[in-house]
């Protein structure tokens, strides 16, 4: 499989409770990067890693998410204290490293539901 | 804010034919522009990506690109009923930032 993977790929949970979720990018893809979709929207970005580095963060990432990108490879994004309002699909793409390239290749996402 | 203006839609072509679908951006320093391809219930897929003004071509998908009018185009000729999806335009700034923008997508329907 050389595309970029998620797991899990659906999440239920209840409302207050705390969910992590990982994404795997395409090998040797330095850039990494997570976004949120609701119904209806474009994906909106949260945040990017370059390696390990976390290099950028929206706004929209608010004191209850953080991700991380520890050894540069694989990354996960954790939501504390759910609340309905992170009902959306959460998607991970990957960019190569070097030349023009800044093409982001996405992966299937983790639909997350909060009851 | 910087922002990605799509016509929501949706559109209806019939087979064969040529479906246009347009977005205006609102950062002039933007250089980096995509269009992607969602159908529904999964995640974006590539169709094309263009840097400079003018016209890209890759196979029946053509995308157009006009700096100073902050305008890019993607048409779809000799449509199919495959291509039915929500059409997702991106956009990059630069300035040593790589988020992307996005537009809320066009539904684009294909009609046998």
């Known amino acids: 499989d050389t595309g970029v993977s998620q797991d899990p790929r659906h999440k239920i949970t209840k409302r207050g409770q705390n969910v992590t979720f990982r994404c795997d990018p395409i090998s040797e893809h330095n850039r990494l990067y997570w976004y949120r979709q609701t119904l209806g929207q474009g994906p909106e970005f949260l945040t990017y890693?370059?390696?390990?580095?976390?290099?950028?963060k929206s706004r929209l990432l608010s004191d209850r998410f953080s991700a991380e990108r520890p050894k540069g490879s694989f990354s996960t994004l954790e939501i504390q204290r759910t609340e309905q309002g992170d009902s959306a699909m959460y998607l991970c793409?990957?960019?190569?490293?070097?030349?023009?390239?800044?093409?982001?290749?996405f992966g299937p996402g983790t639909r997350l539901t909060v009851l | 804010q910087k922002e990605v203006e799509q016509n929501s839609g949706p559109l209806s072509v019939p087979e064969g034919a040529i479906a246009s679908l347009n977005c205006t951006y609102s950062?002039?320093?933007?250089?980096?522009f995509f269009w992607y391809r969602q159908y529904s219930g999964k995640s974006p897929e590539l169709i094309m990506s263009?840097?400079?003004?003018g016209d890209k071509e890759d196979g029946r998908f053509t995308a157009q690109l006009n700096k100073a009018s902050q305008y890019v185009s993607l048409l779809i000729r000799d449509s199919q009923p495959s291509d039915s999806a929500t059409y997702l335009c991106?956009?990059?700034?630069?300035?040593?930032?790589?988020?992307?923008?996005f537009g809320k997508g066009t539904k684009l329907s294909v009609i046998p």
């Open positions: 950062d002039r320093g933007s250089q980096s």
């Open positions: 890693f370059q390696n390990e580095a976390q290099l950028e």
């Open positions: 263009i840097y400079s003004n």
């Open positions: 793409a990957s960019t190569q490293p070097g030349g023009n390239t800044d093409t982001q290749y």
């Open positions: 991106a956009v990059r700034s630069g300035a040593g930032s790589y988020q992307l923008t």
